[in-house]
């Protein structure tokens, strides 16, 4: 299990769900030793797994296995309400565990019982090996998958198939939202092109890919950038984590800084393949900007010349203001 660096357990019984995180014991067995959640609902979304991380627990200071059963019983009326003793607990009980690689994609695998019923899991029915930009809905319905799963298993374990392994593609590739938007941002004597990308939270970010020019190119190279922005998107997943384009390319640590150095045209890239251009600039020191001029718009087959051009004349509104 070396190339995961969190190993979290979802138990779920009752109605209700248990988040713990795990360690090995000296029998090289996954046991639970943190409790890091609990809802007294089936929760399966990304959030409710990465809240149950506990990424800041000092896990090396919890080392005794906890007992499962005794913990909700104690912790939730519901659930003793629900489950009459462990060995109804055992029965009913469905366990998933989500173990977090070094890329940050996900391995989730719904747990098998042990034969003798002495409440370990050994093993696993089915394991699934999710890529880290899976949206929280790609996310719930893997999981989902899973969990009827192990039911199916608990209700009759001879029909189901064991210990198979699938690999989940990267389905994201070239499904960000239309349209899809990049900034060119002019100042202190360069372009700044910058294509936006869907994160999994569902918001659009500034990934770390961009393209940077001299102010003083011409309007085919300026049109070209651009068309190299769209590929940047095209061939990209969803962003995961925290990324601020304008911080790598630039000296500034501040947006609000940043937006009042730089002039702006924002540029939309509609499915059918048309443009749509308009120029901004941040006039107070709150970071936002403002459009100036008209809306310019191109239709789908427009040359690299022609995008340059209509980008440099956006830039005139500006100046023109």
Excluded at 129 to 155: D, G, M, W
Excluded at 179 to 196: A, N
Excluded at 215 to 238: C, H, M, P, T, W
């Amino acid at each position: 299990m070396e190339e995961y660096k969190y190993k979290v357990a979802m138990y779920y019984c009752g109605g209700c769900t248990a988040y713990f995180r795990m360690k090995e014991n000296c029998e090289g067995v996954l046991v639970p030793v943190k409790w890091t959640m609990f809802c007294q609902e089936e929760a399966i979304a990304m959030w409710d797994v990465v809240q149950g991380i506990g990424a800041n627990i000092n896990m090396e200071q919890y080392n005794d296995e906890i007992d499962v059963y005794e913990f909700m019983k104690r912790e939730c009326k519901y659930f003793e309400k629900n489950v009459a003793d462990k060995d109804a607990y055992w029965r009913q009980v469905i366990c998933l565990h989500f173990y977090i690689r070094e890329d940050d994609g996900y391995t989730i695998s719904a747990m098998k019982k042990s034969v003798d019923g002495g409440g370990r899991f050994c093993g696993y029915i089915k394991r699934v090996h999710i890529p880290n930009n899976y949206s929280q809905e790609e996310f719930r319905c893997v999981t989902s998958e899973l969990v009827k799963l192990a039911r199916l298993y608990n209700e009759s374990p001879a029909k189901v198939t064991v210990n198979r392994e699938e690999f989940r593609k990267d389905e994201s590739i070239g499904k960000h939202k239309f349209p899809w938007e990049i900034s060119v941002y002019k100042g202190e004597k360069r372009l700044l092109i910058i294509p936006y990308l869907d994160h999994v939270s569902g918001a659009k970010q500034q990934p770390d890919r961009m393209i940077v020019l001299d102010e003083n190119v011409s309007d085919i190279q300026i049109g070209e950038g651009v068309l190299s922005a769209i590929d940047i998107i095209k061939n990209s997943s969803r962003l995961v984590g925290i990324t601020k384009g304008y911080e790598l390319a630039t000296k500034y640590k501040s947006w609000k800084t940043f937006s009042k150095r730089n002039v702006l045209v924002s540029i939309d890239y509609n499915e059918d393949g048309s443009f749509e251009l308009c120029s901004k600039k941040c006039s107070k020191t709150d970071g936002i900007y403002d459009i100036l001029g008209k809306r310019r718009e191109l239709p789908s087959g427009v040359n690299a010349k022609e995008l340059g051009e209509n980008i440099l004349m956006a830039y005139s509104d500006v100046c023109h203001v």
